[in-house]
T-cell receptor
Framework: ETGVTQSPTHLIKTRGQQVTLRCSSQ?????VSWYQQALGQGPQFIFQ???????GRGNFPPRFSGLQFPNYSSELNVNALELDDSALYLC??????????????FGPGTRLTVL | QKEVEQNSGPLSVPEGAIASLNCTYS??????FFWYRQYSGKSPELIMS????GDKEDGRFTAQLNKASQYVSLLIRDSQPSDSATYLC????????????FGAGTRLFVKA
């Protein structure tokens, strides 16, 4: 167990809807990253938040947005859902002591299905 | 375009053998390197991190990094059936914003 929790575990939405996924970081970790993992592929980096500010972003459109709260928990919001958004969404937290060298610890993920 | 490449496998080895997993990356600005193991339906779990050239050993696992060749590998000694999983190579960059790039993973099967 990494101490990173995510909710919900599973979610089914229809095309065009909006979804919010939640992540609670490991205690003492001030950085959170979000990933999308399609079946049979490696995780794809969506973005990272450090002390409530976006610190880096992958090649995802603006309809993927996020928030980090003062307690370092985080949300991933996806608007205008598309069928290709069906994936496992992973949250990872980091202590952010050494910048880019820090290890990321993953939560169990949220399985999103878009119909 | 920053890329991380792995052989997709599957790699099949007998129980007790050494499994060798390889990963190459394209960006010389890469700072840190990680191997994760992922069982089907589960999230990635960290096996090893490595930051400088050379070997790093932890139990049955050895990570090797060669920055000149842009190559990182993972050796698993005395492979066990419980090692059967997908192994993901990940590379961190922190130039112009933080980013982690994962390879697509190598599926390993250890036959009893």
């Amino acid at each position: 167990e990494t101490g990173v929790t995510q909710s919900p575990t599973h979610l089914i939405k229809t095309r065009g809807q909006q979804v919010t996924l939640r992540c609670s970081s490991q205690s003492g970790h001030n950085t959170v990253s979000w990933y999308q993992q399609a079946l049979g592929q490696g995780p794809q980096f969506i973005f990272q938040y450090y002390r409530e500010e976006e610190n880096g972003r992958g090649n995802f459109p603006p309809r993927f947005s996020g928030l980090q709260f003062p307690n370092y928990s985080s949300e991933l919001n996806v608007n205008a859902l598309e069928l290709d958004d069906s994936a496992l969404y992973l949250c990872a937290s980091t202590p952010r002591v050494n910048g880019g060298t820090d290890t990321q610890y993953f939560g169990p993920g949220t399985r999103l299905t878009v119909l | 375009q920053k890329e991380v490449e792995q052989n997709s496998g599957p790699l099949s080895v007998p129980e007790g053998a050494i499994a060798s997993l390889n990963c190459t990356y394209s960006d010389r600005g890469s700072q840190s390197f990680f191997w994760y193991r992922q069982y089907s339906g589960k999230s990635p779990e960290l096996i090893m991190s490595i930051y400088s050239n050379g070997d790093k050993e932890d139990g049955r696992f050895t990570a090797q990094l060669n920055k000149a060749s842009q190559y990182v590998s993972l050796l698993i000694r005395d492979s066990q059936p419980s090692d059967s999983a997908t192994y993901l190579c990940a590379v961190n960059f922190n130039t112009g914003g933080f980013k982690t790039i994962f390879g697509a993973g190598t599926r390993l099967f250890v036959k009893a």
